[in-house]
């Protein structure tokens, strides 16, 4: 599980808004994953434990269920799989030969540090490369730009509102191509408005559709959506962990049986 240490994300007003790794997309794959036998390794740029953004540490993001709320809390804060991580660094270094899949969740927080961090970059080209199972979740897609050979040069373009000089940067993209999807314009619209009070330099459809993919979402908001390409398992939206969850189980089961 590849997570993020980034607290603040860029906003147009020249300012930052609060940010960081959702509760409920993080802990319910990782424990759908290890009830099905896996182990799950934690990895970050830092080696430091994610920030959790506030605006997921609610039961409203469990289905108002308020003890399955407080099960995830107490395994974010307790469980030896959430506070004994590598960095990203130390991973590649073990060797990710080891590694059977990568799962990296939403919030805001992979858009600003995993979006352009090397070590990711060259983490999701062993995956890709080796075709095995890459599941990223609501704004954990942008993770996947790492992979491309001037993510941060495809950033910067996306900041500075230059949607062509973006599309020249993304050349070479091992995901052109792929059908995916991502946390939506119009669900951004709602965080913009009612969590961080500020808009967005870009919206995540916006950067991976420049970068070449072929993205899609639901006409309903919030409905659960996860979309699989070959070895590609991404997920649009909050709403979206258990579905994504079900699906890299069944893909790392298909590869176990072969």
């Not at 147009?12 to 319910?28: H, P």
């Not at 709320?69 to 799989?81: G, I, L, M, R, V």
């Not at 961090?117 to 996947?144: N, Q, V, W, Y």
């Not at 962990?241 to 298909?254: G, M």
């Amino acid at each position: 599980m590849i997570g993020s240490n980034a607290t603040r994300i860029e906003t147009k007003d020249g300012r930052t808004g609060a940010t960081g790794q959702y509760l409920n997309e993080t802990v319910v794959p990782m424990q759908a994953l290890i009830a099905a036998g896996y182990e799950v390794v934690l990895a970050t740029p830092t080696g430091g434990k994610p920030h959790m953004d506030e605006a997921s540490d609610s039961a409203e993001h469990f289905g108002g269920d308020v003890a399955a709320y407080e099960t995830a809390k107490a395994f974010w804060n307790d469980d030896p799989s959430m506070n004994s991580g590598l960095t990203l660094k130390g991973a590649i270094e073990q060797g990710l030969d080891t590694y059977a899949a990568i799962f990296v969740p939403g919030g805001q927080g992979p858009v600003v540090d995993l979006m352009t961090d090397p070590d990711m970059g060259e983490i999701a080209r062993h995956f890709h490369e080796a075709a095995k199972p890459s599941a990223f979740l609501c704004h954990g897609p942008a993770a996947t730009v790492a992979a491309m050979p001037h993510a941060r040069e495809f950033r910067s373009a996306l900041i500075a509102g230059d949607a062509e000089k973006a599309r020249e940067w993304a050349k070479g993209w091992q995901y052109a191509g792929y059908k995916m999807t991502v946390f939506s314009d119009t669900e951004e619209t709602v965080v913009e408005d009612y969590i961080l009070h500020a808009k967005l330099y870009f919206n995540m459809i916006e950067a991976l559709t420049a970068a070449g993919g072929n993205v899609s979402k639901t006409k309903v908001d919030f409905e659960p959506n996860v979309v699989i390409d070959r070895e590609l398992i991404t997920g649009q939206n909050p709403r979206s962990d258990h579905p994504i969850a079900a699906a890299l189980i069944e893909a790392l089961d298909r590869r176990q049986a072969a």
